[in-house]
């Protein structure tokens, strides 16, 4: 997997890349709505409280009037309770709609992930797409389920009890506004940094996913190597530097928690002095400034907590930028608008009509006018040096890549005229690389082909001599461990194989799916290969001079041009490159293949 390439860190989207959180918002606007009601409603009648208090002081109390007090300490119990409940209210809408919502970003996410091209895959580390599928995600929950909430509620609490400060005594009500100016100004200049900032450690917290998926998955590798130390060294650099990221983080985060904390201190000293002056010039009454103070008392907890959610609002606006990347990759392999099914033979005929193909972003194409025709119930084995372009070649029948130049047809038909759908069931891939999931092995077998009978995967397992899997301890229903990694290579291979020649496919493309193998095993599957062989059309990448012997025909790929088709016998005899990438073939490889060598030319 080649490193990962995240947007470079700047201005875009700040706040304004919550936007993304809209449609997803939408489905739940009645949740949203009670819950915004809810905690508003709930702040209104928090804020009736100081109100009934200067009521109660100017009133009952001044006038010593004791049976006035009852009607208005009755006032304020309705209101405590009504708060308690709009609390319920809230908490419960609040926690259900963001769950649901939490849930569908995560699905998109998936399918979005599972969509997009294997071009798209080859540039993107996996660490960065785990941790903004797992760790962004979560960030946005936990904004929508919270921050996002109290963010409009506290700032429309902060703007009423403004209005309700300037109708009590408008002098001290200026003066509290003008108590906020420095943290309006400094709050967004640390906020800018703030997201900066957010960004680059979740940028860094991918990263160092990444490496520990890597060193998991490449543990054999790094252990027989020797390079445990060199390869914790390489992450400690990585957490090192995650480290610095976040404390510059959590400093900017303390600046504007000082700033918010100080804040209200400084406010309410001018308050008091300035509310005494008032009372003693009698321009504002005892209850006045009681209630003054008791406002501002409400305003506490919602000036306090506005760093924290602005800073809680960045990181789930640097999720979603992230999050927004992924879901704005184009899809450069899908259907082409009104595709229909089109009749597919089985076997079909395979045709490579000039075709030339140029990775993204690579100078030089790997394929140039390859042409090549592959007849029903034909093998034709794709034999070339080390990076002449076999594997990419047999990709874009499946269109794992689409061509850049000319065309791939099944009976005809470009591979861009069929639902992709239709194309991936009537074309069945064995990689090399045999990939097996979490899952059992009747699952991982059946997994192009869900609705396969008994006798279909007995039949598979047979070509594949997968028999071996009988003997696990729940046979079929063995649930195989992470990638299969329980199993031996060859044992997965057969399992790949397997699953590939399910179902008897209209073609077949093999790459290089028996290097695993024992030379005794694999005569055995060669040998119920070309009964599956028989009856459909195959590609076959060939590295190994015996997997050679199950083709019709040979090409040979040089450099992404197809410089020589035939038997093979011919091609042995007429054309030196083919002879030597053979024979030196052989001269690397084991002993075991000098006599499958001495049967090629018989052949
Ligand atoms: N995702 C990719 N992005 C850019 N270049 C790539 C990518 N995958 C392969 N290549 C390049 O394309 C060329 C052909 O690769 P390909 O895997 O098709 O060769 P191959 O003949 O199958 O090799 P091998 O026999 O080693 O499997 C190589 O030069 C390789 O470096």
Redesign the pocket.
Known sequence: MSDTTPSPVHERGRLGALRLLLPFARPYRGLVALTFLGALLASLAQLAVPLVTRAVVDGPIARGDRAGLVPLLGLAFAFGVAEAALFFLRRWAMTKGSLQMERDLRDVLYQRLQRLPV?FH?HWASGQLLSRATTDVSTIRRFIGFGAVFLVVNLVTCSVVAVLLLLTYWPLGVAVLVTTLPLTVFGLRWEKDYNTESRLVQDEQGELTTDVEEAVQGIRVVKSLGRSELVFARYDRKALRLQALQLSKVRTLTKIWCLFEFHPQVTLAVILVGGSLAVGSGALTVGGLVGFVALFTVLLWPILSLGFLLAQAQEAASACDRIGELLAAPMTVTDAPGVEPRPVGTPARLRFEGVGFR?PG?ADP?LRHVDLDVRPGETVALV?A????????TSLVGRLYDVTSGRVTLDGHDVRDLPLAQLRTVVATAF?DATLFSMSVRENLTLGRPDAGEESVAEALRVAQAGFVHDLPWGLDTRIGEQGLSLSGGQRQRLALARAVLGRPSVLVLDDPLSALDVHTEALVERALREVLAETTALV?A?RASTVLLADRVAL?QDGRITAVGRHSDLLAEVPAYRQLLSSDAELGPGGQQPVLSELGSR
């Open positions: 071009s080859d990775f690579s790997v070339g080390t990076g002449s372009g076999k594997t990419t070649l090399e990448v590295h790929l």
